[in-house]
Structure formats: structure tokens, C-alpha cells
């Protein structure tokens, strides 16, 4: 069975992390399934949401350090250089998942830790099962966060919140990771795959072109001056303004009925 697997339904894209064995710890074959099955997806127009999940319990419990292991005879040179290049090899995964016109959901179960935590961070939304919980464990290991942890984080929870998961590498809980904001949604234990399905759904059913612009919107604000942001606002809505969706929507809501979108 492949490290990553791939569905497509009713404009939904669920990508599984596939080695419960291991806790789904990242492998080289689901990186470079991730990075490939990201790009086909953003190209996709059939495809309108976007899941990420792990098989069985957990949602991704880090790098896979038993592999790593077998690196630690090389020189610290060679380590260096092999480190730089694997971390650098992973950033596709995440610029693709910002950078995709259509929202990205992460469905957390389980232990979502190291590189896990980076992973769900890098999502759009994040639904967490009330059982699960999120860790920042590179300190355990010796090394610091990568995955755009050290971007994503401090945006979230505040400098202060985010040096105390890098720094102490405890674990938080769902409920706590909600009312923090690195959580959007908590479902109770069971629900996970309706609640996320749910969502998915609804997202899939939207207007995917202005879910994209919206993106870009917030995304860039966190980088933009002031008056960049104001051109980009107004950029963004004349664009979604002069497509099929916006003209739905504005006689849907005269005529006093749901609209219908198509994503474009």
C-alpha cells in the first residue's frame, strides 16, 4: 500500500496519511506523494475541498525517527547538508496548501505531534477530535520545528504561547488548541469523519473562485502595509464581481432562495 492515499468524491480530495503502524510518521514516499498528489489537485477544477487525515488512530506523529537513526553515522557536515536539502524538499507541501485557490481542511485524531503539528497548522480550517492533542516535540529530539511551525504559530497562539510548546514540547489538548486558535473546530469523540465530512461538504458546495481570493486576501495581510491590502480587497472583489457566482448570488438572495454555486 502506497504512504499516501488518494480519493476523490463529490469534489472532495481526502489525502491519508497511510502508516497507522508508525502513527503515520512522515516517510519520504508520502512527502513526495503529498508535494505530486497537491500539485494535480491544484489543477483539479473538479476538485473544490481538500482533507487531510491519517489512517487509524492518529493524524501524524512527526518525522520518522527509526529511519532518521540510520543517518547518525555520517559526518556533521553531511548531516548538515542532508538536513538542509530534506527540509527544504518539504516546503513545496506547504506553499502548495497556501497557495491552492480552494480551502484545505485537516482532520485531526489522535496525536498530531512534530511535523504533525506543522502539517495541521498549514490548513486552512482544522477539525481536532475531543481525544486529540497537538505537540511541539522537536525539543525532545534535540532539533527545532520545521513545516512552517515557527511561521504559523506565533500568528496563532501569541510569541509567548508558541515559545512554551517549542521550548517544553507538552502536549495540548483539543479543547485547549480550540480556545487558543490553533483549533477551528472540536468534534466529540466518533464524530470526526461526520463533522469533517460535514464541513468538506459545505465548502465543496461554495463559491471555490472566492474561497481562493479569500485566501489570498488573509494570507497576504499578514505581510501587506495598509494600503497594499485596501488595492488587494478591491482587486479581489471586482474579480469575484465579474464572475458567474457573484451573479448568482446576488439573485438568489433577491429571490429570497439558497444559491447555487458552480466554483467559478
Do not use: W
Amino acid at each position: 500500500m502506497s504512504d499516501l492515499l488518494v480519493d476523490i468524491q463529490d469534489h472532495i480530495a481526502t489525502l491519508t496519511f497511510n502508516r497507522p503502524e508508525s502513527r503515520n510518521a512522515l516517510s519520504l514516499e508520502m512527502r513526495a506523494g503529498l508535494r505530486d498528489a497537491l500539485h494535480e489537485i491544484e489543477h483539479n477544477d473538479d476538485v473544490r475541498c481538500v482533507v487531510l487525515k491519517g489512517a487509524g488512530e492518529h493524524f501524524m506523529a512527526g518525522g520518522d525517527l527509526k529511519l532518521m537513526s540510520g543517518l547518525l553515522d555520517q559526518t556533521p557536515a553531511q548531516l548538515n547538508a542532508l538536513f538542509v536539502k530534506r527540509i527544504h524538499d518539504l516546503h513545496p507541501i506547504m506553499y502548495a496548501m497556501r497557495r491552492m485557490a480552494k480551502p484545505v481542511i485537516a482532520s485531526v485524531a489522535g496525536a498530531a505531534a512534530g511535523a504533525g503539528v506543522s502539517m495541521a497548522l498549514s490548513a486552512d480550517l482544522v477539525v481536532a477530535e475531543a481525544d486529540a492533542f497537538f505537540t511541539l516535540a522537536y525539543c525532545h529530539v534535540g532539533t527545532t520545528p520545521d513545516g512552517a511551525a515557527s511561521f504559523h504559530l506565533p500568528r496563532l497562539v501569541g510569541i509567548k504561547k508558541a515559545l512554551e510548546m517549542a521550548l517544553l514540547g507538552e502536549r495540548i489538548d483539543a479543547v485547549s488548541a480550540h480556545t487558543m486558535g490553533m483549533v477551528n473546530f472540536v468534534a466529540a469523540k466518533g464524530q470526526l469523519a461526520e463533522e469533517t465530512h460535514k464541513l468538506a461538504t459545505r465548502l465543496a458546495n461554495g463559491p471555490t473562485h472566492v474561497y481562493g481570493n479569500t485566501k489570498k486576501l488573509f494570507y497576504r495581510s499578514l505581510e501587506n502595509e495598509f494600503e497594499s491590502q485596501l488595492q488587494m480587497e478591491a482587486e479581489m472583489f471586482a474579480d469575484c464581481a465579474s464572475r458567474a457566482d457573484f451573479r448568482e448570488g446576488v439573485t438568489a438572495f433577491n429571490e429570497k432562495r439558497k444559491a447555487k454555486f458552480t466554483g467559478k
